[in-house]
Structures are given as structure tokens and as C-alpha cells.
């Protein structure tokens, strides 16, 4: 029993960090330095904002991930793939300059996800009040259950959080591969042996959120375990 006990484990933690793993692992086999690239990650994405006539779009370095910011209306791209000229900086810039397109265009799915995220960062504030008031409660009016059921709504709360990732990946998904994979292969960014390679990547970005939607549902598996 014992034995069966350890399996699960491992198995239930390599369900939840091994799709990290792999985003990690696939991105970093692609980030050695291209001297055949014409320019950087930057630079492909800059000029594909000036190509699509993005009006308003900007492209910067963040140290915050690689992303796209609606509200700021700015590609972000993270240090190693704004300045590096490797096919994972390429290929992330266009998956950014996707969800660019994705908002110039109004397409409901990236409006739907910003909703979302929106109601999700309000949610985890609430929740972690809830967390923190749970036990002050329980011990000033000494009653286990409202602490339980503090926490129970604490969770409820977090559980936003895993359903905003899991909308997230048909967004993430559209932007890979019905954007940014046919602007590099039909544009003639990238030569054909690359295109397997730059596909990785481009799976790589859009399952991103996948591995962070397992990882919400480890701590609040944690949580559940907890009031148990």
C-alpha cells in the first residue's frame, strides 16, 4: 500500500510539473543563436506589427514573461528573446504579435480571456483575505466552522483562477498556430528544415498556460487536503 501510495505521487507530480518541464525543456533546445537570422526577436516582432499596420501596437523588453498587453497595447517579450536572434525568440515574437492580431482584429476569445484575468486577479485578492481571516475568525467566536467554511469559499475562489487557464488555451492555441506558424512558414521567415522546430516552440508557448492551470489545481488540491 504504502508502495502504491509513493507511485501515485510521483505520477500525480509528474502530470502537474512535467507539461513545465517540457515547456521549459522545448524552449531552451531552440534558444542557441541563429548567425543565419537576419535580426532578433525584437525586430521580427516590431516588423511584423509594421507589416500587419498594427496602429498603436509597441514592442518593448519586460522582465515579467513574454506576453501581449491589451490594455497597454504592447508586445512584451522577455530579455533573451527581445534581444537574441534564436528560432524560440522568433517564433515566440510572432505567437506575441498573434494575439496583437487576435485584439486589432476584435476576435471574442482574447476579449473574453482579458475579462477573465481581470476577474481572476480580484478573486485570488478575496481569497487570500479569506486565508488569512479564516483562523482569526475561528479563534475569536471559537468556531471550527466558520473557519471551514471560510476556507471552503477561499478555494471556491481560487478555482477561478484553474477555469480562466483553461479558457485561456484555445486563445494561446489560435495564436500558435492559426497566426504566428503560418506568418513564419508562408512569409518566408524561416527556412523549411526550421519550420518542425519553430512548431515546437509554438506548442511550447500556447500549452504555457496548461502547465499553470495544473499547477492552480495542485494548491488547491493542497487546500482541500488541508481541511480535510
Known sequence: MAFLGIVGVLLVL???????FWVGHTLRRHSAERPDFPGTGGEMAQHLVERFELSGVGVE???????????ARMVRLSQANYQGASL?????????????????????????????????MMTD???SVFFIA?????VLLRAPAAML????IGIGLLGIRVVVHLVTLPVEYDASFNKALPILREGGYLAEDDIAGARSVLKAAAFTYVAAALTSLLNLARWIRVLR
Open 14 to 20: 509528474g502530470l502537474v510539473y512535467g507539461p513545465q
Open 61 to 71: 523588453m519586460t522582465d515579467k514573461g513574454d506576453h501581449y498587453d491589451p490594455e
Open 88 to 120: 524560440t525568440a522568433v517564433a515566440v515574437a510572432a505567437h506575441e504579435v498573434g494575439h496583437a492580431l487576435q485584439h486589432h482584429r476584435g476576435e471574442r476569445g482574447l476579449a473574453l480571456r482579458q475579462k477573465l484575468v481581470g476577474l481572476a
Open 125 to 127: 485578492r478575496i481569497a
Open 134 to 138: 479564516a483562523p482569526v475568525l475561528a
Open 149 to 152: 467554511g471560510m476556507a471552503v
